[in-house]
């Protein structure tokens, strides 16, 4: 019979009196800290919240059957707007209604008023679904999509939506800047300088041409590590603002200047 392992954490509480005062004493504190209780963590689980075994039989359904589905419908997103981008450089309105097509596109739906992916209305996504399916696996088979799963595919498009906004949001300016650099490394004067000066240069630029200035110049004094490039340097630098501000278009950035086509 093998003997049990000993409670170390136990042990140690017996052997290291000093570590558990200090435990006491950080409980004490943050109890001392939130008298009301208006902050407070509760451990859950799925067998917590779903008592009911039928209920959670039905949960655990629909969520084997919305996972491929969110899968391969947001690599069908990736794969059209990477295409649009590389055919004609203008992106889709990726609003509700695109990952809703997205899903259907992907998905053979079943029961009752089952609506399937409608290709005459979708042209353009079809053709990237039809390249989208020759990289599949022979032996693939479509997701199955119940009808009862259209309020939350209704909801996991809306989510989708407001994670892409949040996506434009938070990793704007971080991918503008390293778009600026890679530009900036490719011209003689950027290339031989240290990295940090060139982040430096690409941040100037993105601020050059986002905050509507008649002198660009204006902004140098306000980078002590940068002194005045020659010349010609100056002239690629307005050349790059300036391409920059006709890629962009007007800001704020919004759903419609995301549409728009690049001049």
Sequence with gaps: MVAPLPNYTAMQRRTNPTTCRGITATRQARRATNKEGSIY?????FKQIFTDARLAAITLQAVQLVTP???EANALANLHVLRCLEIDGAVPKL???FFSNCMYAVTHATGKKAVQFNVDKNANLAASHSLYSQELPPAHQQPERPTFLEDILNAASLMART???NH???????RTLH???LHLKQHIYFAVLEYKLVKSWAKFVCRAATEGLDNIWDLLPRYTSLAQPPAATMDYLEYLVATYQSLIGPLPVTDGSLQRQPE
């Design 41 to 45: 963590s509760m451990k859950t689980g």
């Design 69 to 71: 589905i969110l899968i």
């Design 95 to 97: 609003d509700q209604t």
């Design 163 to 165: 994670n892409f906004a």
């Design 168 to 174: 434009v949001a938070t990793n704007f300016f971080s």
């Design 179 to 181: 778009w600026i650099r």
